[in-house]
């Protein structure tokens, strides 16, 4: 004998059905909204963005894809924390302390913080054109989006043995030196390329020897 329900109770369960399914595709259309939005806001923050470098004679040495220029964007606080009147850190918290550790390595490297400024044709990192041994990388945020910068490596005698050309990306970039085989002490120069135009910058930080 075949067991009756009534008729109710299939039309309930036949309601929870359809709300279940429609809270499922709510979701998920939520999440595809989310994820459309943020590979929106991405793709516009490295639209047409470059990075090359290049060795002493102005030959390329090395040209990075939109996509390798988003694997070096790293956030920082470094050099958007307050300062006294001495340039010093006022109360820095325990997550500013951690950075430090983490892009010194544990005190291997030293790090040179520079902070907000802007600039229409050219201006060393630090005052006095400050020497930097043996740089690893160079972190430049722009506060707006750039169309060009250079940045020059210039030796303890005063040659110039490279050139980074970097624009168009908004984000704390992580230029590597690796590629230059640094041995010397240095002096960095920021040139901007567009000078009409100036560049407005959070900040950077210099990682050396």
């Known amino acids: 004998m075949k067991k009756k329900y009534p008729i109710f109770l299939i039309l309930f369960v036949i309601a929870l059905t359809i709300v279940i399914f ?22 516009n923050t490295l639209k047409g963005s470059y990075m090359k470098l290049f060795d002493k004679n102005g030959q390329l040495m090395k040209s990075y894809s939109e996509e390798e220029i988003k694997n070096q964007l790293i956030e920082t606080k470094l050099y958007k924390s307050a300062e006294d009147e001495n340039g010093l850190i006022i109360n820095p918290p325990e997550e500013f302390k951690a950075e430090v550790k983490e892009l010194s390595k544990s005190n291997e490297y030293k790090l040179y913080v520079f902070h907000s400024f802007s600039f229409s044709s050219n201006i060393p990192v630090g005052k006095n054109n400050i020497f930097f041994r043996k740089p ?34 908004l984000g704390g970039l992580n230029i590597p030196l690796d590629d230059f085989q640094l041995d010397d002490s240095y002096t960095i120069q920021l040139i901007n390329n567009k000078q009409e135009i100036p560049i407005y910058l959070h900040g950077g930080v210099i990682i050396y020897d």
Not at 141 to 160: T, V
């Open 136 to 169: 690893h990388s160079i972190i430049i945020e722009p506060i707006e989006k750039f169309e060009s910068m250079s940045i020059i490596l210039q030796n303890s005698a005063g040659s110039k043995v490279g050139i980074i050309e970097i624009g168009n990306y």
């Open 22 to 43: 429609m809270n499922f595709n709510n979701i998920k259309g939520e999440k595809t909204v989310e994820n459309s939005r943020n590979n929106s806001v991405e793709a």
